[in-house]
């Protein structure tokens, strides 16, 4: 306990000081959440629709920081910490590798959340922000896709062979995620051939039912979509559990 | 005398170089323990053999009477083991962003039984440098702390991999009276150098490896005068000049 609260406190002592999972994680949701509000103000979605822009944004701006953190930050520590042999010197110390993936998990989710409870504060406070649907069901369908996308940042972190590698890696997967699963460019909005290609990012239907559930819908909605984020997830840890290493 | 560390029949090949030959070991508690020998002849690669941290051959390998066979890297056993050993590589192994005090609350707090930090520090002349970034150190101060912290444990059993690169001459003999005096205490330690002097100076035993082979073993005293040299300096010299005389020579039969 005292080696992960001590783990954990240096790992955010870390990323505070490192600041670009600060300024993507958490200044670049509130920034866009702050946009969307001076635009849109209380406009409806769309012609006709029963909520309003800002409604509908909410859930996929809470998105970033959770793909920032997950998609960008993990990986790279990770795999800057294996480069830095910090790994190399934990192997042959009585920490397990698990504790050292539950640090990542918890101090990465710490700025997610952060960066979540100031989008939903501004978004409540200066625009008059209220959820339709239900929140303990929307804080669970939150949690899944935060697990689902950590799950495939520490698999990165495994696969690949260099601090470059995953960071090119990362590139490859964040960006694509980041302006096309929904999270700043509404998907309701992209013509279908690229709705098909948003489709196949797994973050996508991570938004799909943070959107839902946040417009009232009920989980038991996107059944199908959460079993396939819990299964991404899953698989994602098993396999970077088992392919974990110490040195490149 | 109790055996700290028995190493028996230790192979590792990396594709075609054999990096270590059928090496044996056994050093005994409360010993100073030397391995020299020329940049790639296999000392590093010794060391994380025996740490189990490279696939390797081997006949035995125990450390503090415990086989490290099918030891698992999650299991209770490894963990014991490993909170009584203490590690300092060549290469240094620092987040990019930490400062020296976080450096070392993180080490401590991976052990159960640990020193004072703060005393430490005191102990090798860094106490100043607390909030300073690790980055932001000098080369003979990283270096030292990479030995604080190697020690921070409590360790029975020490592995200093170049211990003194990088230190001047003073902070050296520092370095060395404080290893001596806990060495005194107990503490076995074993080293690798390329400072003859130091080795003289430190090692109740030495081995000399060359190519990934044991040339000569004893006490450094022994060593000098089975050479019949005037210090280890030169003795070493030339027995690794007469070493790779031979290996020129099988080479080109």
């Not at chain 1, 955010?12 to 958490?26: P, Y």
């Not at chain 1, 710490?110 to 069901?137: E, H, P, R």
């Not at chain 2, 690794?240 to 031979?246: A, D, G, L, W």
Request: charged share 15%.
């Amino acid at each position: 306990m005292k080696t992960l609260k001590t783990l954990y406190k240096t790992e955010i002592i870390m990323i505070l000081r490192e600041f670009s999972g600060v300024f993507f994680g958490v200044m670049l949701p509130v920034g866009l959440i702050l946009l969307l509000g001076i635009i849109y103000g209380d406009k409806p979605a769309f012609e006709g629709a029963s909520y309003t822009l800002m409604e509908q944004s909410v859930a996929a701006v809470l998105t970033i920081g959770i793909c920032a953190t997950g998609l960008m930050g993990i990986p790279i520590t990770v795999s800057s910490y294996r480069e830095k042999k910090l790994l190399k010197r934990l192997e042959i110390s009585p920490v397990s590798p698990r504790t050292l993936i539950v640090v990542q998990f918890l101090s990465h989710m710490t700025i997610a959340v952060l960066s979540s409870f100031f989008v939903i504060f501004i978004a409540v406070i200066v625009f008059n922000y209220s959820m339709t649907g239900s929140k303990w069901q929307f804080l669970v369908a939150y949690l899944l896709v935060t697990f689902s996308t950590y799950s495939l940042g520490i698999l990165i972190a495994s696969l690949s062979k260099s601090v470059k590698m995953s960071n090119l890696l990362c590139s490859l997967i964040y960006f694509p995620t980041f302006f096309l699963s929904g999270g700043t460019i509404p998907y309701e909005i992209m013509p279908n051939g690229l709705k098909n290609v948003a489709s196949i990012i797994p973050l996508t239907q991570g938004i799909k039912i943070l959107k839902g559930v946040s417009l009232g819908n009920a989980l038991s909605h996107y059944v199908s979509q959460s079993i396939l984020l819990l299964f991404i997830g899953i698989i994602c840890i098993i396999i970077s559990i088992r392919t974990f290493r110490y040195d490149y | 005398m109790k055996t700290i560390l028995k190493v028996e029949a230790l192979n590792k090949w990396y594709k075609n170089l054999h990096a270590v030959n059928h090496l044996n070991l056994h050093v005994v508690e409360g010993q100073i323990f030397g391995m020299i020998g020329p940049n790639g002849a296999g000392k590093t690669t010794s060391i994380e053999c025996i740490l189990g941290m490279k696939s390797c051959d081997y006949e035995s390998i125990e450390l503090l009477n415990q086989p490290i066979k099918r030891l698992r890297k999650t299991s209770k056993r490894h963990k014991m083991l490993f909170s009584q050993i203490g590690v300092q590589f060549q290469n240094n192994f620092y987040p990019d962003l930490i400062k020296v005090n976080e450096m070392c609350k993180m080490m401590s707090s991976l052990y159960e039984d640990v020193y004072d930090w703060k005393e430490l520090l005191v102990q090798f002349k860094i106490e100043s440098k607390q909030n300073t970034l690790v980055s932001q150190l000098s080369g003979g101060q990283r270096q030292r702390l990479s030995v604080l912290l190697a020690l921070i444990n409590k360790p029975k059993l020490v592995f200093l991999d170049e211990l003194t690169t990088g230190l001047d001459p003073q902070v050296r003999r520092e370095v060395w009276m404080l290893l001596k005096k806990l060495n005194q205490k107990g503490l076995t330690i074993f080293l690798t150098s390329h400072f003859m002097d130091e080795v003289e100076y430190l090692c109740d035993e030495i081995v000399i490896l060359n190519n990934g082979i044991v040339c000569e073993q004893g006490s450094p005293q022994e060593i000098v005068s089975k050479l019949n040299a005037n210090n280890l300096e030169t003795a070493y010299l030339s027995l690794i000049e007469e070493e790779n005389k031979n290996e020129n020579f099988k080479n080109t039969i």
